[in-house]
Nanobody, 115 residues
Framework: QVQLVESGGGLVQAGGSLRLSCTFS????????MYWYRQAPEKQRDLVAS???????NYADFVKGRFTISRDNAKKTVYLQMNSLKPEDTAVYYC?????????WGKGTLVTVSS
């Protein structure tokens, strides 16, 4: 059974850092494009960052310069390093893996940034 499991969320003060991890239990992890999304209460789910199978990255404007996405294919894990966190970064963060027409989602990890 394919699973994505996020971890690393929690409560942090504004200006602090967290690193989220997402482990994806698929044998072909290295060829998946991976994404981090977030959804704040009563808001839509927004794309935060993406990393392709060959390591190309993209970021939403609201996290550029503060967040870094990376992957470790040997560990089948994608990371989201979040620095200089702001209260508006408070959300549930979801990991998404896509390959051609397939898409898998994790259950999310809550990040709360206090002011």
């Amino acid at each position: 059974q394919v699973q994505l499991v996020e971890s690393g969320g929690g409560l942090v003060q504004a200006g602090g850092s967290l690193r989220l991890s997402c482990t994806f239990s698929v044998s072909t992890f290295r060829i998946y494009n991976m994404y981090w999304y977030r959804q704040a209460p009563e808001k839509q789910r927004d794309l935060v960052a993406s990393i392709t199978s060959d390591g190309g990255t993209n970021y939403a404007d609201f996290v550029k310069g503060r967040f870094t996405i990376s992957r470790d294919n040997a560990k089948k894990t994608v990371y989201l390093q979040m620095n200089s966190l702001k209260p508006e970064d408070t959300a549930v963060y979801y990991c998404n893996g896509r390959l051609y027409g397939t898409s898998y989602w994790g259950k999310g990890t809550l990040v709360t940034v206090s002011s």
